[in-house]
């Protein structure tokens, strides 16, 4: 088998492999049998083998045709170890010299990885935050959590930021109703900023069974290019007024979050370690974040399109699936424009995550795999149960590795680069941590 390699253009190459023609020929032979094999033909007896003659007149050219491309992946994949490519995506294959009783050649295009020389770590700047869960903080989280499973009773009191209301309502603009202005028994939470600014502090005071006129304007940002910076009036019918009546900090309370408590200091300390464990992770989080953009900023990469576009395929289907219509929409209707920023900096972000590990020859840490199973597990009732779950499914335990190796590169890029220290709050850390990236 003979080989060469062209670079055309970055990162793509171009293969010229030669095949004997012995080994094609083979290969056509054994799939014509393959195909005749079973085939029913006129004038000859089913079970039997059909003549050869017969059998390359009748499908001597499907034969042919996949024989070849099972070579030209046989042999493509045989030179790529044989030239040690790093290979990034899949081939496309052309014959150039594609004749009966001559050797087979082919051409086959495809991209290789970038070879990448990592930047000195001293250059990434990361300002590495500490923070405390405080009575504050913990105050807040009780209270956050009575008013997620508030229920809601009708009142003849005024509303008040944090009340519901049922209202109908009809929009106006130039005295003219528009599309999309109207809506009847639409609940609406004042203090949400769900709407307009100024549609929902104009509800605040109104009762039951009141009207109100609210004068305002939509934004000059606003989604619809119609409606931008638009004064407009609307006519709004208050239904009922709903305020929240907050559940008792009791052990049925507890319970409802799977707590076995059944005072509310036990209570209060078991939502404290949760929020110093969710805090942790914040922090770990953030700081990754800034690693991570630390080494993209101090290193620029080629970007293989093919390992892009395969990058674009997932997040097509992921979006599909977060709207809940896997059933309904082909995710490759999706425009790739949507998601081709988003991809390349994933793809980024992978390979020069894996050339911090082949670099620094990393390998995951049992011990490093250990605390972040036993981190998960301490979420649940029964730790030893997820512990065993992890150690019994070695899918699960290899992303797990995959974390750990993640965590190690912080760490690496960490001990070299400048960081500095700053005081944060809880708040503040779990807004950032959850900041799309």
């Known amino acids: ?43 000859f007896r089913k079970g039997k083998p059909l003549p050869a003659a017969v059998a390359k007149r009748m499908f001597g050219k499907q034969a042919r045709f996949e024989a070849i491309y099972q070579q030209m992946q046989q042999s493509f994949f045989q030179a790529v170890q044989q030239e040690s490519v790093k290979l990034a995506g899949m081939p496309s294959f052309e014959p150039t010299v594609d004749e009966e009783g001559k050797d087979l050649e082919f051409k086959a295009t495809f991209e290789v990885y970038p070879e990448i020389k990592l930047a000195d770590f001293a250059a990434i700047e990361v ?17 956050t959590l009575r008013k997620q499973n508030a229920q809601w009773e009708e009142s003849a009191d005024a509303a008040a930021d944090g009340d519901q209301v049922s209202i109908d309502f009809e929009g106006f603009i130039d005295g003219e109703a528009f599309q999309g202005g109207s809506a009847k028994g639409y609940s609406l939470t004042l203090g949400s900023n769900s709407m307009i600014p100024g549609f929902e502090a104009g509800l605040v005071g109104a009762k039951a069974g009141e009207e109100k006129t609210l004068d305002v304007a939509f934004p000059a940002d606003y989604h619809k290019e119609e409606l931008k910076g638009k004064p407009a009036q609307f006519k709004v019918t208050v239904k009922a ?8 900090l009791n052990e049925e309370f507890f319970q409802s979050f799977g707590v076995e408590a059944t005072d509310l200091e036990s209570f209060r300390s078991e939502v404290r370690k949760n929020m110093e464990r969710e805090l942790a992770r914040a922090i770990r989080t953030v700081t990754k974040q800034q690693v991570v953009d630390g080494l993209i900023a101090t290193n620029e990469i080629a970007v293989p399109q093919s390992l892009v576009d395969q990058e674009i395929d997932r997040l097509r289907r992921q979006a599909v699936q977060q709207f809940g219509g896997a059933q309904q929409l082909d995710p490759s209707r999706l425009p790739a424009e949507l998601f081709q920023s988003q991809a390349e900096k994933r793809v980024v972000i992978g390979l020069l995550m894996n050339a911090v590990i082949e670099t620094n020859e990393l390998t995951p840490s049992a011990e490093k795999v250990e605390q972040l199973i036993e981190e998960i597990a301490s979420t649940y009732q029964d730790p030893e149960e997820v512990r065993n779950y992890y150690a019994s499914n070695p899918q699960q335990k290899s992303q797990m590795e995959a974390l750990a190796l993640e965590e190690q590169v912080v760490e690496k890029v960490l001990a070299a680069a400048k960081v500095s220290q700053s005081e944060s709050t809880y708040e503040d850390m779990i807004r950032a941590a959850n900041k799309p990236a």
Request: proline share 3%.
């Open 1 to 43: 088998m003979q080989v060469s390699i062209e670079t055309t253009s970055g990162l793509q190459r171009v293969m010229t492999i030669g095949v004997p023609a012995a080994e094609l020929e083979q290969k056509v032979t054994n799939e014509l049998k393959r195909i005749s094999k079973g085939q029913k033909v006129n004038g």
């Open 127 to 143: 300002e590495q935050k500490t923070a405390s869960v405080t009575d504050a903080d913990l105050e807040t989280m009780l209270d």
């Open 241 to 248: 007024v709903k305020k929240a009546a907050l559940p008792e």
